[in-house]
């Protein structure tokens, strides 16, 4: 689905990124894991678009699209949902969902609004409630299905747990894996290691804009010692598994 190959990135002349490469098969979650400014935004942000690529290649669903336009990506079947400023505030709940159907018709979008309400069961309780009055794990919500409605193959999040409460972040990432198992692709990049290592399906660890170790979560939540060094967290047996 996701194909890496030598890239190098950053913004202008600064480049963030170095000889990134990296796979994601359909249907699987990855995770981008790594401290505070390895480039792990930066790498979302390569992929619709928005920095500058000096080199290398990126596939998506057999396709280049390295320096196509941001506003193409959704036709191609990619949706990216960042980490702030990813709703309208000023809009209620329901009219958000609206905007993110328009180009269906009225059947298809009541189908797809119906089925919204049903994995998103939070959003049908709010409909009228203006998106910015929401707490943040309601407002990541709907972010998240905003991304869904766009009906993509690959799913690209920024940190969608930052700043939840421990309920909601499991809330969240149960969400997540729900979605992936109707066949999406998901890319997640996450801080939190220890929630996303319990849910996704393989990880990639970046360390100043490289690739510094790769692996499923069953080997990264068993590799202890590689953890602590890179992200600076101890994993435990209760780390092992979804609640």
Request: hydrophobic share 45%; charged share 20%; glycine share 10%.
């Amino acid at each position: 689905m996701l194909s890496i190959t030598d890239l190098t990135a950053g913004y202008g002349k600064l480049t963030i990124l170095h000889d990134i490469a990296l796979t994601v098969p359909a249907g699987q979650f990855a995770a981008i894991l790594g401290p505070n400014g390895s480039g792990k935004s930066t790498l979302l942000k390569t992929l619709v678009g928005l920095t500058t690529v000096e080199r290398g290649t990126i596939r998506f669903d057999g396709q280049p699209i390295a320096g196509r336009r941001t506003e193409t990506m959704r036709g191609l079947g990619l949706a990216y949902v960042p980490q702030r400023e990813n709703v309208f505030k000023s809009m209620t709940v329901r009219e958000n969902l609206l905007l993110a159907l328009r180009g269906l018709s009225r059947q298809e979008g009541v189908a797809a609004l119906d089925e919204c309400y049903s994995l998103f069961p939070v959003l049908k309780d709010r409909r009228p409630q203006c998106a910015g009055s929401l707490s943040g794990g309601e407002r990541q919500m709907l972010a998240i299905a905003l991304g869904w409605l766009a009906q993509p193959k690959l799913m690209l999040l920024d940190e969608p747990s930052a700043g939840l409460s421990p309920l909601f972040v499991i809330e969240v990432f149960r969400t997540l894996r729900a979605l992936c198992d109707t066949g999406i692709t998901l890319v997640v990049v996450e801080q939190n290691a220890r929630s996303v290592l319990r849910w996704c399906d393989y990880a990639y660890l970046l360390r100043e804009g490289q690739i510094a170790f790769q692996g499923t979560a069953a080997e990264l939540l068993a590799d202890e010692e590689t953890v602590k060094s890179y992200l600076g967290v101890k994993m435990t047996r209760k780390d092992a598994a979804p609640a």
